[in-house]
């Protein structure tokens, strides 16, 4: 998935007047101004709502359901021919602006704060998540290399304090480098 793929996805849901907040790699990418890594899929907030119009215009340009573990109404993933997916996470907007996510009860939701983000990709402007919840976000699971990078990037980038077990690593990939009598890094 390429900025222009993005791009041309986000003129298709803003010619059906369908508001997209990103999410996930491009969100991050966004908040950056430019691309920093490859992106397998694109991953989006939408309105329930808007979901329909949303899903039956992916699916009459031969996009499918692809198959995961975690398929939910509220979390799935459309894929076309070409390899290009589509990661949907559908939200209810509350009174208080929070993204509901998934059923009530699960207590699950982007917070109104969340949803205020704006970055810039390919030169257009874009809403997405703000870095600050796209750094909580990237928290909880065990880390892969590219969440490394996104989080380190969004924290250096505007100042916000490097979680905790990012911070663990970090010690521990220092201490590793130092008992093998490599250089210190910063």
Sequence with gaps: ??????????DLMEDLGIHVWLDGGWAVD???????????DLDIVVESRDLPVAV???????????????????????????????????????EDGRGIYGPPENGEFYPAAA???????????????????????????EMA???????????????IALPNEYREVQARQRAAGESQGKPRTK
């Design 56 to 94: 039956n215009a992916l699916r009459s340009r031969h996009y499918v359901d692809v198959p995961r573990t975690d398929t939910r109404p509220w979390n799935f993933v459309l894929g076309d021919e070409t390899g290009q997916e589509v990661d949907f996470h559908v939200v209810d907007l509350a």
């Design 30 to 40: 966004a908040c950056l101004g430019s691309q920093t890594r490859a992106h397998a």
């Design 145 to 159: 290399a590219k969440d490394w990078a996104d989080v380190s990037a969004l924290c250096e980038r505007f100042g």
């Design 1 to 10: 998935m390429t900025a222009d793929d993005v791009c041309r996805f986000l």
């Design 115 to 141: 949803l205020t983000g704006t970055g810039s990709l390919n030169g257009r402007m874009v809403d997405c998540i703000t870095p600050e919840w796209l750094v909580k976000f990237h928290t909880g699971y």
